[in-house]
């Protein structure tokens, strides 16, 4: 299967703790997205990646998150100190880009976190 | 107001029956439209994409765009249990997608 994966699929945490997602997106897909969904909720974005560089970031986003894409490949998400409203799903979209595909984002299976 | 606006539901159907469900936006400047089908603790999948006011058709669905209105449709006709998920109409602005919060159907054997 060569779809979006993310791991692991469930964490459970400690409010406080630091907890990291990761996401490997479909190989040839040069940008990557993160959303959070929370229930009865869509999607809501988080931040983008085209290769390695991270273009925009939603200024709803907290300091204590924050993303990389090393090597414009797999991009791992870290969440710093968890509150309990950090409960949420977490998922990774990839995209072929530019050729202007923005709306044809293929999503991973999601990571959902459980802050207690 | 938020950016995008759709009935919640749950919306419950026999089988076979056509579904219509909705969404309104207020953005006048986003672009592409398209339907994610939701299944339960799934990522969303793309179902369809339109760019222009009109109607586009692929198999049982049918998508509507009205950009006057700002308003678009997703019809599924001779509706299936298969189809039973959460449909999120979502638009593009520039490089991003606006997810509305989703319908939940239920389609009902």
Redesign the interface.
Same mark, same amino acid.
């Given at each position: 299967d060569t779809g979006?994966s993310q791991d692991p699929r469930h964490k459970i945490t400690k409010r406080g703790q630091n907890v990291t997602f990761r996401c490997d997106p479909i190989s040839e897909h040069n @940008?990557l $997205?993160w959303y959070r969904q929370t229930l &009865?909720? %869509? *999607? !809501?974005?988080l931040t $983008?990646f085209q290769n390695e560089a991270q =273009? !925009?970031k939603s200024r709803l986003l907290s300091d204590r998150f924050s993303a990389e894409r090393p090597k414009g490949s797999f991009s791992t998400l870290e969440i710093q100190r968890t509150e309990q409203g950090d409960s949420a799903m977490y =998922?990774c #979209?990839s995209s072929l #880009?530019p050729s202007g595909r923005? $709306? !044809?984002? $293929?999503? &991973? *299976? %999601?990571t @959902?976190l459980t802050v207690t | 107001q938020k950016e995008v606006e759709q009935d919640p539901g749950p919306l419950s159907v026999p089988e076979g029956a056509i579904v219509s469900l909705n969404c309104t936006y207020s953005n006048s400047a986003f672009q592409y439209f398209m339907w994610y089908r939701q299944y339960s603790r799934k990522g969303p999948e793309l179902l369809m994409y339109t760019y222009s006011s009109g109607n586009k058709e692929d198999g049982r669905f049918t998508a509507q765009v009205d950009k006057s209105s700002k308003y678009i449709s997703l019809f599924i006709r001779d509706s299936q249990p298969s189809d039973s998920a959460t449909y999120l109409c979502a638009m593009t602005s520039y490089d991003k997608v606006i997810f509305g919060p989703g319908t939940s159907l239920s389609v009902i054997p």
């Open positions: 979006v @940008r $997205y &009865g909720q %869509g *999607p !809501e974005f $983008y =273009l !925009e =998922l #979209a #880009a923005t $709306y !044809e984002q $293929y999503f &991973g *299976p %999601g @959902r | -």
